[in-house]
Protein backbone atom coordinates (compact mmCIF):
# COMPACT_ATOMS: atom_id res chain seq x y z
CA UNK A 1 0.00 0.00 0.00
CA UNK A 2 1.31 3.46 -0.67
CA UNK A 3 0.28 7.17 -1.80
CA UNK A 4 1.55 10.60 -2.01
CA UNK A 5 1.82 12.04 1.45
CA UNK A 6 2.16 16.22 2.01
CA UNK A 7 3.00 17.70 5.13
CA UNK A 8 0.72 19.33 7.66
CA UNK A 9 0.69 21.71 10.42
CA UNK A 10 1.58 20.95 14.37
CA UNK A 11 -1.17 18.22 15.19
CA UNK A 12 -1.49 17.31 11.67
CA UNK A 13 1.19 14.89 10.39
CA UNK A 14 -0.89 13.51 7.35
CA UNK A 15 -1.93 17.04 6.15
CA UNK A 16 -3.35 16.68 2.71
CA UNK A 17 -2.69 13.18 2.60
CA UNK A 18 -4.09 10.76 0.10
CA UNK A 19 -3.77 6.62 -0.19
CA UNK A 20 -5.00 3.97 -1.65
CA UNK A 21 -7.94 2.19 0.17
CA UNK A 22 -7.30 -0.98 1.56
CA UNK A 23 -10.70 -2.93 1.10
CA UNK A 24 -11.35 -5.50 3.55
CA UNK A 25 -13.07 -9.11 2.55
CA UNK A 26 -15.36 -10.56 5.40
CA UNK A 27 -13.97 -13.99 7.20
CA UNK A 28 -15.44 -16.75 9.01
CA UNK A 29 -15.29 -16.04 11.81
CA UNK A 30 -15.14 -12.12 11.93
CA UNK A 31 -17.85 -10.08 12.39
CA UNK A 32 -19.35 -7.72 10.14
CA UNK A 33 -18.74 -4.59 12.81
CA UNK A 34 -15.15 -6.22 12.94
CA UNK A 35 -14.60 -6.24 9.32
CA UNK A 36 -15.65 -2.76 9.41
CA UNK A 37 -13.13 -1.73 12.12
CA UNK A 38 -10.38 -3.68 10.70
CA UNK A 39 -10.82 -1.82 7.25
CA UNK A 40 -11.28 1.98 9.05
CA UNK A 41 -8.07 1.24 10.82
CA UNK A 42 -5.95 0.00 7.64
CA UNK A 43 -7.25 3.03 5.58
CA UNK A 44 -6.82 5.75 8.91
CA UNK A 45 -4.07 8.08 7.91
CA UNK A 46 -3.68 8.91 11.94
CA UNK A 47 -3.02 5.46 12.58
CA UNK A 48 -0.37 5.13 9.56
CA UNK A 49 1.24 8.21 11.11
CA UNK A 50 1.36 6.72 14.24
CA UNK A 51 3.42 3.67 13.24
CA UNK A 52 5.55 5.92 11.37
CA UNK A 53 6.12 8.07 14.19
CA UNK A 54 6.48 5.89 17.20
CA UNK A 55 3.56 6.81 18.74
CA UNK A 56 1.35 3.69 20.80
CA UNK A 57 -1.68 5.54 19.36
CA UNK A 58 -3.36 7.68 16.75
CA UNK A 59 -4.59 9.83 20.12
CA UNK A 60 -1.41 11.31 20.49
CA UNK A 61 -2.07 13.43 17.85
CA UNK A 62 -5.60 14.99 19.41
CA UNK A 63 -3.44 15.76 22.50
CA UNK A 64 -0.68 17.48 20.04
CA UNK A 65 -2.85 20.02 18.23
CA UNK A 66 -5.04 20.76 21.11
CA UNK A 67 -2.02 21.70 23.17
CA UNK A 68 -0.25 23.58 20.15
CA UNK A 69 -3.55 25.98 19.76
CA UNK A 70 -4.35 26.45 23.78
CA UNK A 71 -0.43 25.98 25.14
CA UNK A 72 -1.01 24.03 28.53
CA UNK A 73 1.81 21.74 28.30
CA UNK A 74 4.67 23.62 29.37
CA UNK A 75 8.61 22.99 30.07
CA UNK A 76 8.10 22.28 33.93
CA UNK A 77 4.94 21.28 34.05
CA UNK A 78 3.46 18.83 36.27
CA UNK A 79 0.84 16.46 34.33
CA UNK A 80 -1.65 13.57 35.78
CA UNK A 81 -2.89 11.50 32.72
CA UNK A 82 -6.33 9.57 33.60
CA UNK A 83 -6.95 5.71 32.36
CA UNK A 84 -3.61 6.62 30.17
CA UNK A 85 -3.13 2.92 28.46
CA UNK A 86 -1.80 2.93 26.17
CA UNK A 87 0.12 5.82 26.50
CA UNK A 88 -0.14 8.32 23.62
CA UNK A 89 -0.52 11.46 25.38
CA UNK A 90 1.80 10.02 28.15
CA UNK A 91 4.71 10.03 25.14
CA UNK A 92 3.63 13.24 23.91
CA UNK A 93 3.22 14.85 27.54
CA UNK A 94 6.94 13.34 28.70
CA UNK A 95 8.14 15.37 25.46
CA UNK A 96 6.36 18.59 25.80
CA UNK A 97 7.05 19.40 29.72
CA UNK A 98 10.39 18.12 29.11
CA UNK A 99 10.38 14.94 31.79
CA UNK A 100 12.87 13.40 29.75
CA UNK A 101 16.07 15.83 28.91
CA UNK A 102 14.52 18.64 30.82
CA UNK A 103 17.11 19.82 33.82
CA UNK A 104 15.74 22.01 37.44
CA UNK A 105 13.16 24.02 37.23
CA UNK A 106 12.58 23.15 33.59
CA UNK A 107 12.38 19.32 34.12
CA UNK A 108 8.28 18.18 34.61
CA UNK A 109 7.03 15.63 35.79
CA UNK A 110 4.35 12.93 34.42
CA UNK A 111 1.91 10.49 36.21
CA UNK A 112 -0.36 8.50 34.02
CA UNK A 113 -3.07 6.19 36.10
CA UNK A 114 -4.74 2.98 34.88
CA UNK A 115 -6.37 -0.15 36.18
CA UNK A 116 -5.02 -2.11 32.98
CA UNK A 117 -1.30 -3.23 32.71
CA UNK A 118 1.10 -1.50 30.53
CA UNK A 119 4.27 -0.84 29.52
CA UNK A 120 6.60 1.60 30.55
CA UNK A 121 7.03 5.34 28.78
CA UNK A 122 9.89 7.08 29.28
CA UNK A 123 10.10 9.97 31.51
CA UNK A 124 6.66 9.28 33.04
CA UNK A 125 5.85 7.62 35.72
CA UNK A 126 2.77 4.71 35.91
CA UNK A 127 0.81 3.83 38.24
CA UNK A 128 -1.42 0.82 37.69
CA UNK A 129 -4.12 1.79 39.78
CA UNK A 130 -7.56 3.04 39.66
CA UNK A 131 -8.04 6.86 40.19
CA UNK A 132 -11.56 6.43 42.30
CA UNK A 133 -9.44 4.18 44.70
CA UNK A 134 -9.74 6.09 48.24
CA UNK A 135 -6.44 7.81 48.60
CA UNK A 136 -5.67 8.17 44.60
CA UNK A 137 -5.48 12.12 45.00
CA UNK A 138 -2.94 12.33 47.89
CA UNK A 139 -0.38 9.50 46.15
CA UNK A 140 -0.12 11.50 42.68
CA UNK A 141 0.19 14.63 44.83
CA UNK A 142 3.07 12.60 46.74
CA UNK A 143 4.67 11.69 43.20
CA UNK A 144 3.93 15.15 41.91
CA UNK A 145 5.65 16.92 45.26
CA UNK A 146 2.88 19.25 44.69
CA UNK A 147 -0.36 19.58 42.76
CA UNK A 148 -1.02 18.98 39.31
CA UNK A 149 -0.69 21.70 36.52
CA UNK A 150 -2.51 19.68 34.03
CA UNK A 151 -4.72 16.75 34.50
CA UNK A 152 -5.90 14.64 30.99
CA UNK A 153 -8.67 12.25 30.34
CA UNK A 154 -8.90 10.42 27.07
CA UNK A 155 -11.24 7.58 29.44
CA UNK A 156 -13.65 5.83 27.19
CA UNK A 157 -16.34 3.36 29.03
CA UNK A 158 -16.99 0.28 27.40
CA UNK A 159 -19.67 0.60 24.65
CA UNK A 160 -23.18 -1.37 24.60
CA UNK A 161 -24.36 -0.57 20.86
CA UNK A 162 -26.89 1.73 22.55
CA UNK A 163 -25.92 5.36 21.68
CA UNK A 164 -27.98 6.86 24.76
CA UNK A 165 -26.19 4.10 27.48
CA UNK A 166 -22.95 4.92 26.32
CA UNK A 167 -23.26 8.81 26.13
CA UNK A 168 -24.46 8.23 29.75
CA UNK A 169 -21.28 5.97 30.99
CA UNK A 170 -18.82 8.20 28.85
CA UNK A 171 -20.29 11.55 30.62
CA UNK A 172 -20.36 9.89 33.69
CA UNK A 173 -16.65 9.19 33.45
CA UNK A 174 -15.95 13.10 32.51
CA UNK A 175 -17.82 14.07 35.36
CA UNK A 176 -15.39 12.04 37.71
CA UNK A 177 -12.78 12.78 36.29
CA UNK A 178 -13.64 16.50 36.82
CA UNK A 179 -14.00 16.20 40.39
CA UNK A 180 -10.72 14.33 40.69
CA UNK A 181 -9.13 17.42 39.01
CA UNK A 182 -10.02 20.10 41.61
CA UNK A 183 -8.62 17.67 44.00
CA UNK A 184 -5.31 17.45 42.58
CA UNK A 185 -4.64 20.73 40.38
CA UNK A 186 -2.85 23.80 41.07
CA UNK A 187 -4.84 27.51 40.70
CA UNK A 188 -4.32 28.19 37.25
CA UNK A 189 -4.61 24.71 35.92
CA UNK A 190 -5.83 22.80 33.20
CA UNK A 191 -8.55 19.99 32.76
CA UNK A 192 -8.61 17.91 29.37
CA UNK A 193 -11.41 15.60 29.10
CA UNK A 194 -13.13 13.31 26.14
CA UNK A 195 -16.90 13.92 25.83
CA UNK A 196 -19.77 13.12 23.53
CA UNK A 197 -22.50 15.31 21.76
CA UNK A 198 -25.68 13.86 23.18
CA UNK A 199 -26.94 16.59 25.33
CA UNK A 200 -25.70 15.83 28.57
CA UNK A 201 -22.60 17.59 28.01
CA UNK A 202 -23.84 20.89 28.93
CA UNK A 203 -24.62 19.90 32.59
CA UNK A 204 -20.85 19.28 32.49
CA UNK A 205 -19.76 22.56 31.01
CA UNK A 206 -21.79 24.63 33.38
CA UNK A 207 -20.09 22.67 36.38
CA UNK A 208 -16.61 23.40 34.74
CA UNK A 209 -17.71 26.90 34.41
CA UNK A 210 -17.82 27.25 38.00
CA UNK A 211 -14.53 26.04 38.39
CA UNK A 212 -12.22 27.29 35.58
CA UNK A 213 -12.02 31.19 34.14
CA UNK A 214 -12.54 29.33 30.60
CA UNK A 215 -14.56 26.42 28.80
CA UNK A 216 -13.81 25.55 25.53
CA UNK A 217 -14.48 22.54 22.87
CA UNK A 218 -12.68 21.41 20.31
CA UNK A 219 -12.57 18.35 17.56
CA UNK A 220 -9.13 17.83 16.74
CA UNK A 221 -8.34 16.71 12.68
CA UNK A 222 -7.08 13.31 14.28
CA UNK A 223 -10.52 12.84 16.17
CA UNK A 224 -13.00 10.77 13.32
CA UNK A 225 -15.28 12.49 11.25
CA UNK A 226 -18.00 10.05 11.97
CA UNK A 227 -17.09 10.43 15.82
CA UNK A 228 -19.75 12.20 18.24
CA UNK A 229 -16.51 12.65 20.12
CA UNK A 230 -14.69 16.40 20.98
CA UNK A 231 -12.96 17.64 23.88
CA UNK A 232 -13.41 20.30 26.56
CA UNK A 233 -11.18 22.57 27.57
CA UNK A 234 -11.01 24.49 30.84
CA UNK A 235 -7.86 26.47 31.97
CA UNK A 236 -7.78 28.74 34.43
CA UNK A 237 -8.90 26.85 37.68
CA UNK A 238 -10.02 28.72 40.63
CA UNK A 239 -9.04 26.87 43.85
CA UNK A 240 -11.48 25.62 46.07
CA UNK A 241 -10.98 27.81 48.77
CA UNK A 242 -10.82 31.02 46.62
CA UNK A 243 -14.93 30.60 45.96
CA UNK A 244 -16.78 30.61 42.79
CA UNK A 245 -17.05 33.87 40.91
CA UNK A 246 -18.51 34.56 37.94
CA UNK A 247 -18.36 32.02 34.68
CA UNK A 248 -16.60 32.73 31.71
CA UNK A 249 -18.40 32.08 28.71
CA UNK A 250 -17.55 28.85 26.56
CA UNK A 251 -16.79 29.10 22.89
CA UNK A 252 -17.30 26.15 20.53
CA UNK A 253 -13.86 25.90 18.17
Known amino acids: MSGNRSKGGP???V?????LKVRVKTA???????TRWLQRQLNDPYVHAAKRDGYRSRAAYKLMEMDD???FLKPGGRVVDL???PGGWLQIAATRVKSIDGKGDNRGRVIGLDYLEMDSVPGTTILQLDFLSEGADAQVKALLAGEADVVLSDMAAPTTGHRLTDHMRIMALCDIAALFATEVLSPGGT???KVLRGGTENELLTNLKKHFQTVRHMKPKASRADSAEMYVIAQGFRALSEGIGSAAGDSED
Open 191 to 193: FIA
Open 11 to 13: GDP
Open 83 to 85: GCA
Open 28 to 34: RKRTLSS
Open 69 to 71: KFR
Open 15 to 19: GGARQ
